[in-house]
Nanobody
Framework: QVQLVESGGGLVQAGGSLRLSCTAS????????MGWYRQAQGEQRELVAG???????KYADYVKGRFTISKDNDKNTVYLQMNSLKPEDTAVYYC???????????????WGQGTRVTVSE
């Protein structure tokens, strides 16, 4: 079982930046796709971004040009750099992992506990 631990959430003003990190407990980072989902209060959980072992990425339209997903294989860690944050980005952000990117974007196999991001006006 892969365990994922997120960090980096917090409170930031609109237009500001935040960087989320997610570390996998096992070396599956090199073979599994990883990424981020988010869930606002009262809303459905939705994909934010994902990255494959080979570096292919997928972004939700509402974050393109603002968020960047990256990874560090040596640290088994995936990052989400969030710039130009908007109040509507406020949500709990969950790290996720799966064997393939296509699976990550539909039904991830593993989930982290989540880290809260709050964007004020």
């Amino acid at each position: 079982q892969v365990q994922l631990v997120e960090s980096g959430g917090g409170l930031v003003q609109a237009g500001g930046s935040l960087r989320l990190s997610c570390t996998a407990s096992v070396s599956s980072f090199n073979s599994d796709a990883m990424g981020w989902y988010r869930q606002a209060q009262g809303e459905q959980r939705e994909l934010v971004a994902g990255i494959s072992r080979g570096g292919s990425t997928k972004y939700a339209d509402y974050v393109k040009g603002r968020f960047t997903i990256s990874k560090d294989n040596d640290k088994n860690t995936v990052y989400l750099q969030m710039n130009s944050l908007k109040p509507e980005d406020t949500a709990v952000y969950y790290c996720a992992a799966a064997r393939f990117l296509v699976v990550l974007t539909t039904s991830p196999s593993y989930w982290g506990q989540g880290t809260r991001v709050t964007v004020s006006e």
